[in-house]
T-cell receptor, first 116, second 109 residues
């Protein structure tokens, strides 16, 4: 059972380059999320999707975009990376029917991104 | 604004008991979560409280007081593998999760 798979595991990227972080889940969860985790800060929500075909902005959406063409995949794109986007990115899913309502989050293993 | 406070770091001895506190100020309340995160790994779910009181799950228990905006995670019979960060998160009235910065727990033999 894979759960949630993220790729790449880590990446070093030059500023200004475009980058897509991939996230795939096999649990048929409706809701998916992208978080970033920085030292000394709590997890911060970038974008979310309550169901296939819909997306929403989280707390820190600027510089990021997402799409949800189907239930399983939820890629995160940095159109033009900047050093402040250096972080660990976690994709998560839940079987909640709307928003981040009741139900635990299942996280991928994370993608460590360094922007130079 | 919304805020979750928890200690940055705690140290405890193998076999002992430790209590990790979490206080919160949020716009509404729809439940409080505790997650465990080992270094370099993903967070994993530990507990969920929505009503006042104590929820026990093996060596781990979680307590909630909504009137005080307070929760704690109690870990008994500590093992070396319990060395990890423990994340407190509150779901607000919009069903958005607000996360604390986490408490790094160090277990010494």
């Amino acid at each position: 059972i894979a759960g949630i798979t993220q790729a790449p595991t880590s990446q070093i990227l030059a500023a200004g380059r475009r980058m897509t972080l991939r996230c795939t889940q096999d649990m048929r969860h409706n809701a998916m999320y992208w978080y970033r985790q920085d030292l000394g800060l709590g997890l911060r929500l970038i974008h979310y999707s309550n169901t296939a075909g819909t997306t929403g902005k989280g707390e820190v959406p600027d510089g990021y975009s997402v799409s949800r063409a189907n239930t399983d995949d939820f890629p995160l794109t940095l159109a033009s990376a900047v050093p402040s986007q250096t972080s660990v990115y976690f994709c998560a899913s839940s079987d909640g029917s709307g928003g981040q309502d009741t139900g635990e989050l299942f996280f991928g293993e994370g993608s460590r991104l360094t922007v130079l | 604004g919304q805020n979750i406070d928890q200690p940055t770091e705690m140290t405890a001895t193998e076999g002992a008991i430790v209590q990790i506190n979490c206080t919160y100020q949020t716009s509404g309340f729809n439940g409080l979560f505790w997650y465990q995160q080992h270094a370099g790994e993903a967070p994993t779910f530990l507990s969920y409280n929505v009503l006042d009181g104590l929820e026990e799950k093996g060596r781990f228990s979680s307590f909630l007081s909504r009137s005080k905006g307070y929760s704690y995670l109690l870990l008994k019979e500590l093992q070396m593998k319990d060395s990890a960060s423990y994340l407190c998160a509150v779901m607000d009235s919009n069903y958005q999760l607000i996360w604390g910065a986490g408490t790094k727990l160090i277990i010494k033999p």
